[in-house]
């Protein structure tokens, strides 16, 4: 069974500064993928970036990056520079390694960016 | 290019009148997915087609079935609807299914029931 927790059920940060998003997980796989996605008010799942979890590098799309640490079960998610237009929700999930299709989700952060 | 495709975006049903939800798909993929996602939470898994082959999840109400007559479509009928499933109903796709695998998303559809 996997589990993700996400401890922040709201953030507001100022604009042009970086966020960091906080995930832990917990899993008795092996090989994981982790995966974050961004849910703004209209409601459709945005994928952002993707975690496998052998990669030795973080991964990195644009202005998102994902600090990941293997052995504390982390894998936050870094915005650099925030905009207006990433206010919204944002989930981590999680999928393991065999027959098992589903992602298991955190309960998600709301994050607020302020002017 | 919208890539996953649902319809309707909003749909208003009576209780207990059945609906169907549609998805569709431009990008060939394999799997097709389900989730409810009701206010303020995760979604959750509802079931899944691995190409035909259909994976119900455990704790899914008997009262939602689905359809997958071709790769690129998929229905949700909900035969008798409750107040209780009242929610945001999200289609996903992913190539195989693996861990690596990205699962992309429609806008979802977003049942009030009366």
């Known amino acids: 069974a996997q589990k993700i927790t996400q401890t922040q059920p709201g953030m507001f940060v100022q604009e042009k500064e970086a966020v960091t998003l906080d995930c832990t997980y917990d899993?008795?796989?092996?090989?994981?993928?982790l995966f974050w996605y961004k849910q703004p008010s209209s409601g459709e799942m945005i994928f952002l970036i993707y975690q496998g979890s052998y990669d030795e590098q973080n991964a990195t799309e644009g202005r998102y990056s994902l600090n990941f640490q293997k052995a504390r079960k982390s894998a936050n998610l870094v915005i650099s520079a925030s905009q207006l237009g990433d206010s919204a929700m944002y989930f981590c999930?999680?999928?393991?390694?065999?027959?098992?299709?589903?992602?298991?989700f955190g309960t998600g952060t709301r994050l607020t960016i302020i002017p | 290019d919208a890539m996953v495709i649902q319809n309707p975006r909003y749909q208003v049903t009576q209780f207990g009148k059945p609906v169907t939800l549609s998805c569709s798909q431009t990008l060939n993929h394999n799997v097709m997915y389900w989730y409810q996602q009701k206010s303020s939470q995760a979604p959750k898994l509802l079931f899944h087609?691995?190409?035909?082959?259909?994976?119900n999840e455990a704790d899914t109400p008997d009262n939602f079935q689905s359809r997958r007559p071709n790769t690129s479509f998929c229905f949700l009928d909900i035969r008798s609807p409750g107040l209780g499933d009242a929610a945001m109903y999200l289609c996903?796709?992913?190539?195989?299914?693996?861990?690596?695998?990205?699962?992309?998303f429609g806008p979802g559809t977003r049942l009030t029931v009366l």
């Open positions: 087609y691995y190409d035909k082959d259909f994976n």
């Open positions: 999930a999680m999928r393991g390694l065999f027959g098992n299709e589903k992602l298991t």
């Open positions: 996903a796709t992913s190539r195989t299914g693996t861990r690596s695998d990205t699962q992309y």
């Open positions: 899993t008795s796989d092996q090989s994981y993928g």
